[in-house]
């Protein structure tokens, strides 16, 4: 598939699996319960919504709004400019980004909280963290009802 450089892919879908592979550029990606994998695609000020499908971001760049009710989410080797991920039940995992990650902000009901990430904690709590990288840039918040949050 070609598509024009400026061209911005807009999917909804309802049980079916997405999984592409590519420098595709998403404005919106919803899914009742259909799995998403997006291999080195470019979300720029994106959003993803999905009932409990899984949705796993490989490599790329991200500045992404996610939604979430039970599917689990990984982010992993992406570049990231922004992220606000949101989950009720999923477990949401970011592993080995790169980019302008000046603040990562994470809070969890019932889940648990786990992070290896070189950055400095401003602020620390039962179910909360906020951490700082000390480079100027963008940021990223996390939050979950009763999933589990890891930042690596």
């Known amino acids: 598939l070609t598509l024009p450089v400026a061209f911005q892919i807009r999917l909804r879908v309802v049980s079916a699996n997405i999984h592409?592979?590519?420098?595709?550029r998403f404005s919106a990606i919803q899914s009742v319960s259909g799995d998403i994998h997006i291999e080195r695609g470019?979300?720029?000020e994106g959003s993803i919504e999905t009932v409990s499908g899984n949705a796993v971001f490989e490599g790329g760049v991200l500045s992404l709004s996610y939604k979430s009710t039970s599917g689990d989410l990984t982010i992993k080797e992406a570049s990231v400019?922004?992220?606000?991920?949101?989950?009720?039940?999923?477990?949401?995992s970011v592993?080995?980004?790169n980019g302008q990650i000046s603040q990562a902000e994470?809070?969890?009901r019932s889940g648990t909280l786990?992070?290896?990430w070189c950055a400095s904690?401003?602020?620390m709590g039962q179910h909360s963290f906020t951490l700082d990288s000390g480079f100027p840039g963008g940021n990223f918040k996390l939050d979950t009802i009763s999933g589990d949050?890891?930042?690596e």
């Open 114 to 116: 786990e992070a290896k």
């Open 121 to 123: 904690v401003l602020q």
């Open 81 to 92: 400019e922004k992220l606000a991920l949101q989950s009720v039940s999923g477990d949401i």
């Open 95 to 97: 592993k080995k980004v």
């Open 42 to 44: 470019e979300f720029s």
């Open 106 to 108: 994470a809070h969890t």
């Open 20 to 24: 592409t592979v590519g420098g595709f």
């Open 149 to 151: 949050i890891f930042l």
